[in-house]
């Protein structure tokens, strides 16, 4: 029989990038739990903090939940180290800009700054993507072990029109990521959205996260971006292992 934490824990893992707003009898079936359990659970989350219930009666994750994630080591450390580079990558290019990690088989945004360009950007701080169509995912997948490359070969979803699909392609992009030191898409996430990604390396060689930008366009400032990239990347590397 289920202890009550897993039950608690089933009622959370509920919700994902695609069911942030669920009814009680979505959150009972996506938990596997009878719905009586399902409500009495969800109340007492409620009441910590862990849910909030928004005026249509659906439930979403609550803001306690998040000022917990904050603690991990992995986002106050990273961050933390991060926030001037990211300040300065964005003064220099004006562009947004990404500070992600891998999380399992996706990426997981622990920073954004939006940039002055009207480009249309699906990211949020917090967000999960699959790392086959973002630049930031394709420099994480490209230094991640077999297990987790073999499975996202395996789910290469289509997300617009010029999403990288075929296994054999995807396989040489990161082939060029891990030679050239960078990766770009175009219009692979978002339509009308383009991103050039570089690692995030720990003193020993490490990839421990992915800095990027988005940009309407990369055809003529894909080297002075890589530039800058990297020089901020550096600057954080350095900074969070100090």
Excluded: N
């Amino acid at each position: 029989m289920a202890s009550v934490t897993s039950r608690a824990l089933a009622v959370l893992g509920a919700f994902d990038a695609e069911h942030r707003r669920l009814t009680l009898s979505d959150l009972a079936r996506r938990a596997g739990l009878p719905l009586a359990t399902a409500h009495r659970l969800a109340g007492e989350l409620q009441r910590w903090g862990a849910l909030e219930r928004v005026e249509s009666g659906e439930y979403v994750i609550g803001r306690r939940l998040w000022d917990l994630g904050l603690l991990a080591p992995v986002q106050t450390g990273l961050r933390e180290a991060a926030a001037p580079f990211l300040h300065d990558l964005y003064a220099a290019t004006l562009a947004t800009v990404h500070l992600a990690v891998r999380d399992g088989g996706e990426v997981l945004y622990l920073e954004r700054l939006s940039g002055h360009a009207s480009v249309p950007i699906v990211s949020k701080v917090g967000s999960r993507l699959p790392m086959h169509a973002t630049g930031v995912g394709k420099v994480l997948l490209a230094y991640a072990p077999e297990e987790v490359l073999a499975a996202a070969l395996g789910a290469l979803t289509r997300v617009t029109p010029y999403t990288v699909t075929q296994p054999a392609r995807l396989l040489d992009q990161l082939r060029r990521v891990r030679a050239d030191g960078f990766a770009t898409t175009a219009e692979e996430m978002t339509l009308g959205a383009c991103s050039v990604a570089v690692p995030v390396r720990s003193p020993d060689g490490e990839v421990i996260a992915a800095l990027g930008l988005v940009v309407p366009d990369l055809r003529r400032q894909q080297p002075r971006l890589v530039s800058a990239l990297r020089v901020a990347a550096q600057g954080i590397g350095r900074t969070i292992f100090h």
